[in-house]
């Protein structure tokens, strides 16, 4: 019994300490700039990997050199099912420009989704991990759909938070690939 209650003391000890050094490392950083809607405004564009419905391995790398616009969304998100036959027709209308689906589904809700709404980019398979590569993206208020546009060179140089209006992303768009 007295091993007991020394061990659980000590794990006590441990925790409070530790939650003492975080406390005291997060004091220490430099302040939070101030609040854009829950999008990071930083401009590189963080690379990552993913399997598409087919299990080929996409990357964002694959696209340097052109224009990518890269839509976060899940099946279970009626606005990200609504702006898919605009994502498509963004796709066909802006041939210097790619776009991907970046699902923050398992594959079999994605492969089930793609067969009953066409769409003509390809969808990627995130899972729970989409949710960190969006932050990453700079969507910090973890909403969605989420849509950036990323330039040639790899800056993220537009973020959308939430459904694409038609006429707002073809504006922006026509900036940029006309």
Not at 10 to 26: C, E, K, P, Q
Not at 36 to 65: C, H, M, R, W, Y
């Amino acid at each position: 019994m007295n091993k007991f209650v020394h061990s659980i003391g000590l794990t006590a000890v441990v925790v409070i300490a530790g939650g003492l050094g975080f406390l005291s490392y997060r004091a220490l950083q430099p302040a939070a700039a101030p609040s854009t809607g829950g999008i990071n405004q930083s401009k590189t564009a963080p690379a990552f990997s993913l399997p598409d419905t087919s299990g080929a391995l996409v990357s964002t790398t694959d696209f340097e050199g052109q224009w990518l616009l890269v839509n976060f969304w899940a099946t279970w998100c009626p606005p990200c099912i609504e702006e898919m036959p605009l994502l498509s027709t963004l796709d066909t209308r802006y041939p210097a420009m790619a776009v991907i689906g970046v699902a923050l589904d398992d594959a079999e809700s994605v492969k089930a989704f793609a067969n009953k709404v066409p769409v003509v980019f390809p969808l990627l398979i995130a899972e729970s991990s989409g949710s960190d590569i969006a932050h990453q993206w700079g969507n910090n208020a973890g909403a969605l759909p989420f849509t950036a546009l990323v330039s040639p060179q790899g800056h993220i140089v537009r973020r959308w938070l939430g459904p694409l209006k038609a006429d707002n992303i073809d504006d922006e768009l026509a900036k940029h690939l006309r």
